[in-house]
Nanobody, 121 residues
Framework: QLQLVESGGGLVQAGGSLRLSCAAS????????MGWFRQPPGKEREFVAI???????NYAESVKGRFTISLDNVRNTLYLQMNTLKPDDTAVYYC???????????????WGQGTQVTVSS
């Protein structure tokens, strides 16, 4: 069974940076499509970024050019580097894994517990 644990969230001023980590155990992440999602206060969970098992990456338009998704196979850890943060980026951030997941949360089988990111203006 694959287990995911996020870390790295916190409070940051607008324009700042954070790096989120998603440490996996139980199975190697290689071979999975890995996604980052976020849920802003009072809103639905939304797609942020995906790294497919073949290595290709896609980003939501709202974060393109500011966020970078990456995978460290040795540490079995997924990362989300977030730069030039905005107050609209405030949300609980989740990592997720699936063999064939895409941009929809419903396509993912494994989820972490989430980590809070708060961006102050």
């Amino acid at each position: 069974q694959l287990q995911l644990v996020e870390s790295g969230g916190g409070l940051v001023q607008a324009g700042g940076s954070l790096r989120l980590s998603c440490a996996a155990s139980g199975r190697p992440l290689i071979g999975y499509n890995m996604g980052w999602f976020r849920q802003p206060p009072g809103k639905e969970r939304e797609f942020v970024a995906i790294r497919r098992s073949v290595g290709s990456k896609n980003y939501a338009e709202s974060v393109k050019g500011r966020f970078t998704i990456s995978l460290d196979n040795v540490r079995n850890t997924l990362y989300l580097q977030m730069n030039t943060l905005k107050p609209d980026d405030t949300a609980v951030y989740y990592c997720a894994a699936a063999r064939f997941g895409g941009n929809s949360p419903g396509e993912y089988d494994y989820w972490g517990q989430g980590t809070q990111v708060t961006v102050s203006s």
